[in-house]
């Protein structure tokens, strides 16, 4: 049977926990990233207003502990794939800021050659499969990576790099929305059914767009029971502190991990922004993202550097602070002097034309496209 889980823990507790035990460098290097990540969405929202990014745009304010904290959980070439609020996870998965905002242009060089823009961050070396558009549509393909990885340690004996296959885990993300969606609980039977080490993170920030989750999700309070139906193992905890969620999520994953099975995370959070960068935010009150904004990620673990373990000073801050702002700055840089795709770039990638007229290439034709600038380091 599943076990239910639900995790918190005072802050009076907080240094008998396992991030207290690792490193002032770690540490350090989870700050920045919080920081990096805060800041690259706040130069997003500021282009995006300059009408500099276009599209549909999702900026992940307040959530950066969700995505940071469970990535730090778990090893460097586990597969990650989530939804459209993605450039958090794109970050701290490891992809250059430039990379990721010359996308957010429409650039060429762009993580994916400026075709898939905010919600749809790709990153083959670090092992990200993505942010997708389609609500829940990452969740079976989640599942098919996790079976590929097991196919690998259980049956191939050895991975894609010809070497000796090892035990992974995939980490899904999705909104709390994605509840409902009939691909979620497809992809969550077929888990349970053949033990397949995909970990579902809901990244529960209390909205499906604009609608309250205990609206339109049943047995919101209690979603340990929807993992229950399946058989798979659920964790509930509280993803706003970093060392929270690597306290909660690490020995979760590190257990599916070697068993090779699923589990189910309910990471309840909240995004100081609307859904996107359209959305006027009439269903809450300015109150209640203030309440939250009061357990800020970033303000928690600086605090908690500064003044409670004292391995960072005052100065050592503001150079941090000030260095992510120079970085981001550059990525910005970057993306407005990158140049725009080339009109021949619609019809290159594409595996099949099958109607006629549809490309002037003619059907049945693959055309590669220009090179990645991720992956070819420039």
Not at 80 to 88: F, S
């Amino acid at each position: 049977m599943p076990t239910t889980t639900t995790q918190t823990r005072a802050g009076n507790n907080r240094a008998k926990g396992l991030a207290a035990k690792l490193p002032d460098k770690t540490l350090h290097g989870w700050l920045r990233d919080l920081l990096l990540m805060r800041e690259f969405e706040l130069r997003t929202m500021a282009a995006y207003q300059q009408a500099k990014i276009g599209g549909f745009c999702h900026v992940y304010n307040g959530q950066e502990a969700c995505a940071l904290g469970t990535i730090r959980s778990v090893e460097p070439d586990d597969p990650v794939i989530t939804a459209y609020r993605d450039h958090g996870h794109a970050l701290a998965r490891g992809m250059d800021p430039k990379f990721c905002m010359a996308e957010m242009f429409g650039k060429v060089t762009g993580c994916a050659k400026g075709k898939g823009g905010s919600m749809h961050m790709f990153d083959k070396p670090n092992w990200l499969f993505g942010g997708h558009g389609i609500v829940s549509a990452q969740t079976p393909v989640g599942a098919g990576l996790a079976f590929a990885a097991r196919y690998e340690w259980e049956v191939l004996k050895k991975g894609l790099d010809g070497g000796k296959a090892k035990k992974k885990v995939c980490l899904c993300y999705l909104g709390d929305g994605a509840l409902n969606q009939g691909a979620l609980h497809e992809a969550m039977n077929l888990a349970g059914l053949l033990s397949i080490p995909v970990i579902y993170i809901v990244e529960n920030n209390g909205y499906s767009m604009g609608t309250a989750i205990h609206r339109g999700t049943t047995m919101a309070k209690d979603l340990g029971r929807k993992a229950a139906a399946y058989g798979i193992e659920y964790l509930e905890f509280d993803g706003m502190d970093m060392m929270d969620v690597y306290d909660n999520f690490k020995p979760f994953a590190d257990v599916l991990r070697d068993e090779q099975r699923p589990g189910f995370v309910n990471l309840k959070t909240y995004r100081y922004q609307g859904h996107s960068m359209s959305d006027p935010q009439k269903y809450r009150e300015k109150d209640e993202v203030l309440t939250y904004q009061e357990r800020d990620p970033i303000v928690t673990l600086s605090d908690y550097l500064l003044n409670e373990r004292e391995s960072l000073t005052d100065e050592q801050y503001k150079d941090m602070q000030k260095d992510v702002k120079a970085q981001v700055r550059a990525a910005v840089e970057y993306a407005e002097e990158s140049p725009e795709p080339d009109l021949s770039e619609l019809y290159s990638d594409v595996y099949v034309n099958r109607e006629k007229n549809l490309s002037p290439l003619g059907p049945d034709v693959y055309v590669e496209g220009a090179g990645n600038a991720l992956l070819e380091g420039n």
